[in-house]
Structure formats: structure tokens, C-alpha cells
T-cell receptor, first 111, second 118 residues
Framework: DAKTTQPPSMDCAEGRAANLPCNHSTISGNEYVYWYRQIHSQGPQYIIHGLKNNETNEMASLIITEDRKSSTLILPHATLRDTAVYYCIVSSTGANSKLTFGKGITLSVRP | GAVVSQHPSRVICKSGTSVKIECRSLDFQATTMFWYRQFPKQSLMLMATSNEGSKATYEQGVEKDKFLINHASLTLSTLTVTSAHPEDSSFYIC??????????????FGQGTRLTVV
């Protein structure tokens, strides 16, 4: 079973920031928070991951609460192409570590 | 980032036949690959973990004799759906982690294979 819970859907206006929340209250000390997204009929695309510090890359920012029980993925300037299902996953690292997908959150970016 | 390639991207087969799906890590070595299945409007479900040079580990409820996995090299894993039935029609996706000496690495996913059994 997935160890994360996400709202089923949300929308935002094009050009605005999209803040996607995720709860992972049972996260273990050695588990990272990963975010992936899946555009229809494609394989999941890696976005970002982190352990406890906030992370930023060219795609997004990841804000993890101090107690690590929740996090927020921020797409700073959403575009129509960001419309997708976003999955928040907790997993340890290592070649054999599985990624267990929950239902994800469907983000719809409106013009 | 690293690339994982699946082939074919789409396949249609007749009931009772077998279909092989290939998953390749193009620019890194993958001792472990993962196979997922996704039905329409559902999330990805892990089917099995493929280990180079050894037997695959199947998730509960996945028939190992029906979904044959071979991981013969560090860059190739194959999934064969044997005696396919219409209910096996699904989107099959593989993934692998590029360990490359780094501690914390993301898993990369193939583009998926759409299997339709008629």
C-alpha cells in the first residue's frame, strides 16, 4: 500500500504557481520523498526528490515540513503542458527499493 | 537524465499467443528493474522486481508462470506475457534506478507498452 495521501484533483491558472500537497505521516527515517508525474499514456517522469531539506531544480521545488510528515511540490509557473497526474511517493534509496504508487493528484492547468 | 527504453510501444495480439516486451537501460547499468501494469484510470501496480542473473521476485497475486521475466544482462530485462487473454490488455511499464555510485538516485521509467489482446 502507498504510504502517502493526496487530494484527488486540483486546478490552477496558467502562469500561476501550482502547490501540490502530500501527506506521509508514517515516513521512516531513511525514506525519501519522491515526486513523479504521468501525462496520459506515457511512462512516469521524475520531477524531484528530497530527504528533509527543501530542494529545487529546473522543474519544481519541494518543500518538506520539519517533522517530515508532509510535503508540497511547487510548480512555480504552471503551463498547459503541466496538466498530468502527480504522484508523491516515499521510498528508501538503493537499487532494489520499490516505488509504490498511490492514486496521485490530477492537476489541470486552465488557460 | 538516464534513459530507459521499452519496445514495442504498442502491440496487438490474439488470445492464446505470447508477447515479449523489452526494457533497456540505454546509458547506465541496471542490476534491478521493475515491471508495472496500469489499467485505465488506475495507478501503476508493481508486478515484479527483475534481478540481473537471478530469478525475479513477484508481487502477491501476480502469476509468475504467466508473466515470465528474464534479466539476462545489466541493460536488458524482458517481460513475456504467455497465453495472453483479453483481461491482460493493459499498459505495461518498466523502470530502473541508475545507481552509478551515487547514493540518492531517481528511478527512470520507460515510455510504456500498450498491450491489446483480441
Amino acid at each position: 500500500d502507498a504510504k502517502t495521501t493526496q487530494p484527488p484533483s486540483m486546478d490552477c491558472a496558467e502562469g500561476r504557481a501550482a502547490n501540490l500537497p502530500c501527506n506521509h505521516s508514517t515516513i521512516s527515517g531513511n525514506e525519501y520523498v519522491y515526486w513523479y508525474r504521468q501525462i496520459h499514456s506515457q511512462g512516469p517522469q521524475y520531477i524531484i526528490h528530497g530527504l528533509k531539506n527543501n530542494e529545487t531544480n529546473e522543474m519544481a521545488s519541494l518543500i518538506i515540513t520539519e517533522d517530515r510528515k508532509s510535503s508540497t511540490l511547487i510548480l512555480p509557473h504552471a503551463t498547459l503542458r503541466d496538466t498530468a497526474v502527480y504522484y508523491c511517493i516515499v521510498s528508501s534509496t538503493g537499487a532494489n527499493s520499490k516505488l509504490t504508487f498511490g492514486k496521485g493528484i490530477t492537476l489541470s492547468v486552465r488557460p | 537524465g538516464a534513459v530507459v527504453s521499452q519496445h514495442p510501444s504498442r502491440v496487438i495480439c490474439k488470445s492464446g499467443t505470447s508477447v515479449k516486451i523489452e526494457c533497456r537501460s540505454l546509458d547506465f547499468q541496471a542490476t534491478t528493474m521493475f515491471w508495472y501494469r496500469q489499467f485505465p484510470k488506475q495507478s501503476l501496480m508493481l508486478m515484479a522486481t527483475s534481478n540481473e542473473g537471478s530469478k525475479a521476485t513477484y508481487e502477491q497475486g501476480v502469476e509468475k508462470d504467466k508473466f515470465l521475466i528474464n534479466h539476462a544482462s545489466l541493460t536488458l530485462s524482458t517481460l513475456t506475457v504467455t497465453s495472453a487473454h483479453p483481461e491482460d490488455s493493459s499498459f505495461y511499464i518498466c523502470s530502473a534506478r541508475d545507481m552509478g555510485g551515487r547514493k540518492n538516485t531517481e528511478a527512470f521509467f520507460g515510455q510504456g507498452t500498450r498491450l491489446t489482446v483480441v
